[in-house]
C-alpha cells in the first residue's frame, strides 16, 4: 500500500472534473521511456519462535528499518515514528501487520529489476542476521491468527481496520495477513492503456494460479490453492474485482475516473495527519462538501490518494498495476514481472494475447476469477478446457515478447529466462501451493513450523 512522506506543500484545489481525466493522461509515455516498477512484500518472523515481530519490541520492526540505513536507505516519518525509507532503489515500506516490502524503482529491464531485488533481499537478510529475524515468500501467514499479529503504527491503517469490518468479512486478512508480488507498467496512449488494461484483467486468474501459494490457515490447509485470491472475493465490493466496464466499447480514462469517484473514500491526508472520511463520496469533496472536510476542496495529491484506495485485479493510476500474484521467494519475484512485459510491452504479443481472450463474456470472465483460487491452473476455462491448456501459450507469447524486446546483461542472456519458475510449474502441473502441499501432508507429517524452512528467503 501506498506510503505518505511529510509535504507541507498543499496544492490547488482541482476546479475542474476534466483534471481527474488528464491526470491518467499524464501517464503516458513513449516506448522508449516505459518502465517497469516491481514490488514485493514478505512477512518477517523471529527465528527464536516463528513469532511476528511488533514494531516497538528489542528486534522488531522499527530496528530493522534503522539497520537499513546503513545500505544508504533514508528514513521516512509520520510523526515520530520511521514507517518507510526512501532511496535508489525504490521505497521500502510496512503493511499493516509488519510485513516488509520494497516498492521497486522504475527500471528499462528486467535483469535491473532482479538485481534490484537480490540487492534488497540480501540487505535485509544481513540485517536479520543481526537482528534474529527472517522472512518468509508466501501468499498468507501460514499459522498465525490475526490476534497474533502487530499493528504498524501508520494513520492510513487505523481507519482502514476501523471501516474493513463495516463492509466484508475478510478485509482484516487482506490486510494483516497476505502478502504479493505486483508489477507497475506504463502505456502510450489511452487505445494503449485500455489494451493493457482488457489483456491485463482477462489474464489475471492465470498469474493467480501460476503464483498460488497461501494454502494454509492457522497451521492447517485451507481448502484453496490462493486463500489470498479468496480473499479479495470478501474484502470491499465497492473497490475490488474485474471490472466489466473495462471491456465495454469506449472504455478509457474518463470511465475510470467516473468508476473510482464511485469508490468510496477512506481518509484525506493533511498536515501530516490522516482525517477519517471512511465511506464518505469523492463526488461530494470535489463540492467542498465532504462532511469530514467540509468547505475543503481535493487537490490532484487527493485525487492520487484516492486511487490507491480502489483494489482491483488490475489497477489505474499514471501507470497499470497487474495485482493477482500470490507472495513467493525470489525467482518467483522476477517472473512476475516477465510475464507481464513480455504480454504488454511488444506490440505483437500484445495482440496475440489480446486474440486469446478477446471471445470471453464477462461471464465466463467472472466464472474463471472465482474458480482459480481453489482450482488454480485446473480452473474451467471459458470454451471448455482448463486453465492448464492455455498455459504454456501464454508463457510463449510472453517469452516471443520478450525476445522482441531484446534486453541482454553482460553474459548475453535476453530476458526470457526470467519465465523459467512458471515454465516449472506448467512442466510439472503444480502451483507452489500444491508442492507445499504434498509436503506438508508427506514428509512434514503435518508439521506447519516445517513451512519456515521451506518457504524463507
Not at 241 to 254: I, K, N
Not at 261 to 279: E, H, Q, S, T
Request: aromatic share 10%.
Amino acid at each position: 500500500m501506498s506510503t505518505k512522506t511529510e509535504n507541507t506543500k498543499v496544492s490547488a484545489p482541482i476546479e475542474d472534473r476534466q483534471q481527474l481525466i488528464d491526470y491518467f493522461a499524464g501517464g503516458e509515455k513513449p516506448k522508449e521511456r516505459w518502465r517497469i516498477g516491481t514490488e514485493h512484500e514478505k512477512f518477517v518472523f523471529a527465528k527464536s519462535d516463528f513469532h511476528a515481530p511488533s514494531y516497538t519490541e528489542q528486534g522488531g520492526i522499527r530496528d530493522l528499518l534503522d539497520g537499513l540505513t546503513a545500505y544508504g536507505w533514508k528514513p521516512v516519518l509520520e510523526g515520530d515514528n520511521v514507517i518507510a525509507l526512501s532511496g535508489p532503489d525504490g521505497t521500502v515500506s510496512l503493511e499493516p501487520a509488519g510485513q516488509l516490502e520494497l516498492s521497486g524503482a522504475p527500471l528499462e529491464n528486467l535483469h535491473e529489476t532482479c538485481n534490484e531485488t537480490g540487492r534488497h533481499l540480501e540487505q535485509v537478510k544481513q540485517v536479520g542476521e543481526r537482528l534474529g529475524i527472517n522472512y518468509l515468500g508466501l501468499g498468507m501467514w501460514p499459522d498465525k491468527t490475526r490476534a497474533e499479529l502487530p499493528i504498524m503504527p501508520k494513520g492510513r491503517y487505523e481507519i482502514m481496520l476501523r471501516h474493513m469490518p463495516r463492509v466484508g468479512n475478510l478485509g482484516l486478512d487482506m490486510m494483516l495477513r497476505t502478502c504479493t508480488i505486483q508489477v507497475n507498467l506504463d502505456y502510450a496512449s489511452e487505445a494503449d492503456m485500455a489494451q493493457k488494461f482488457r489483456v491485463g484483467l482477462a489474464l489475471q486468474p492465470l498469474a493467480t494460479a501460476l503464483f498460488a501459494n497461501s494454502p494454509f490457515t492457522e497451521g492447517k490447509p485451507n481448502g484453496f490453492l490462493s486463500f489470498r485470491s479468496n480473499i479479495w472475493s470478501d474484502t470491499d465490493p465497492a473497490r475490488t474485482g474485474m471490472l466489466p466496464f473495462v471491456f465495454e466499447d469506449g472504455f478509457g480514462y474518463e470511465r475510470y475516473a467516473e468508476y473510482a469517484l464511485d469508490v468510496p473514500m477512506y481518509f484525506v491526508y493533511r498536515d501530516g495527519k490522516y482525517i477519517d472520511a471512511a465511506g464518505q463520496s469523492f463526488r461530494d469533496f470535489l463540492k467542498g462538501e465532504l462532511p469530514a472536510y467540509p468547505g475543503h476542496k481535493p487537490t490532484i495529491d487527493d485525487w492520487a490518494d484516492h486511487l490507491s484506495t480502489a483494489f482491483p485485479e488490475v489497477r489505474l493510476k499514471t501507470f497499470l498495476e497487474m495485482r493477482g500474484a500470490d507472495g513467493g521467494r525470489w525467482g518467483r519475484i522476477c517472473a512476475l514481472p516477465a510475464l507481464w512485459v513480455g504480454l504488454l510491452y511488444d506490440q505483437g504479443a500484445l495482440d496475440a494475447a489480446w486474440d486469446l481472450v478477446k471471445g470471453w463474456s464477462m461471464e465466463e470472465r467472472e466464472t474463471l476469477r472465482s474458480s482459480v483460487p481453489k482450482l488454480a491452473l485446473a480452473a474451467p476455462l471459458p470454451g471448455g478446457g482448463k486453465l492448464r491448456d492455455i498455459a504454456g501459450e501464454v508463457l510463449d507469447i510472453a517469452a516471443s515478447g520478450l525476445n522482441a524486446r531484446a534486453r541482454f546483461n553482460a553474459s548475453g542472456d535476453n530476458e526470457s529466462g526470467f519465465l523459467d519458475p512458471l515454465r516449472e510449474v506448467v512442466r510439472t502441473g503444480k502451483v507452489p501451493a500444491q508442492v507445499l502441499l504434498d509436503r506438508f501432508n508427506g514428509d512434514w507429517g503435518g508439521d506447519i513450523r516445517r513451512v519456515y524452512e521451506e518457504a524463507r528467503f
